[in-house]
C-alpha cells in the first residue's frame, strides 16, 4: 500500500515562503505524475500543481510565477516550493497521484499552510 506523507506547513506571513515536502513509500513513485491540491476552509479541493515523469510541470493560473513543484526519484519526494504566500494561499496541502493501473487515487493526510496579513 502506497502511502504519502506531507511536512513543511507552518504560519508564515503575507509575502513569506515555505517548502512543502512529501514522502512515498513503495517502489511506483517515479512512475507516475505527481500532484499538489490544496483545499481552503468551505471550498472545494484545487489542483495547484503537477509534475510529469519526466519534469514537466504545470501551475493554477493563482499560483503560477511564485509556486514551484519539483521532484526527486531516487528519494521519492515531491516538493513545492512556495514564495510571495498571500492570505489567499491559506489551505491544507495535499500530496496526490492516481494510478491508472487501477484506477486509485492516492492522497496524503495533508499540511496546513497558514498566511497572515
Known amino acids: 500500500q502506497v502511502q504519502l506523507v506531507e511536512s513543511g506547513g507552518g504560519l508564515v506571513q503575507s509575502g513569506g515562503s515555505l517548502r512543502l515536502s512529501c514522502t512515498a513509500n513503495g517502489n511506483i513513485f517515479s512512475a507516475y505524475p505527481m500532484d499538489w491540491y490544496r483545499q481552503a476552509p468551505g471550498k472545494q479541493r484545487e489542483l495547484v500543481a503537477r509534475i510529469t515523469t519526466d519534469t514537466k510541470t504545470d501551475y493554477a493560473d493563482s499560483v503560477k510565477g511564485r509556486f514551484t513543484i519539483s521532484r526527486d526519484n531516487a528519494k521519492k519526494m515531491v516538493f513545492l516550493q512556495m514564495n510571495n504566500l498571500t492570505p489567499a494561499d491559506t489551505a491544507v496541502y495535499f500530496c496526490?497521484?492516481?494510478?491508472?493501473?487501477?484506477?486509485?487515487?492516492?492522497w496524503g493526510r495533508g499540511t496546513q499552510v497558514t498566511v497572515s496579513s
Open positions: 496526490h497521484f492516481h494510478r491508472d493501473l487501477t484506477n486509485q487515487d492516492y
